[in-house]
């Protein structure tokens, strides 16, 4: 993916959709044992929404799932997002976690996949800003 306007967009565009199942889960009665797919979503929220910032800014993102590795490339361009530095430290394990580990996506409670979506909900939001 070359750095162009319109591959930031459509990462954008694909964290929002990201943030807007995360939501859905979150906000379905009938959703009980699917909270560690909610966690997965607000990874690939944040995900996106980094290597969207960093296209927007002529940087090539790198090939990786590290939200904090990519943070890292991002407050190079903006150090107002360096106040998310835990919440990716904290969003970071459920790239693999919520696949993965024995038990998983059913050993996540809601609490945890609501801390998740607020945690990704405030780096999405800064982004948008910052577009601005």
Do not use: W
Request: charged share 25%; glycine share 6%; proline share 5%.
């Amino acid at each position: 993916m070359k750095p162009t306007k319109e591959a930031a967009q459509a990462s954008f565009e694909n964290g929002d959709a990201d943030l807007a199942n995360a939501y859905l889960i979150l906000n379905n009665p009938q959703a009980e044992g699917l909270f560690g797919i909610a966690c997965f979503h607000c990874h690939q929220a944040v995900e996106k929404y980094l290597k969207g910032h960093l296209l927007l800014n002529g940087e090539q993102p790198p090939l990786i799932h590290d939200l904090k590795l990519l943070l890292d490339k991002c407050v190079e361009l903006d150090e107002n997002l360096l106040r998310f530095d835990n919440d990716c430290r904290d969003l970071n394990p459920y790239y693999i976690e919520t696949r993965y580990e024995p038990g998983a996506p059913g050993d996540f409670d809601e609490d945890e996949a609501q801390s998740a979506y607020q945690k990704a909900e405030g780096v999405v939001e800064l982004i948008k800003v910052l577009q601005e």
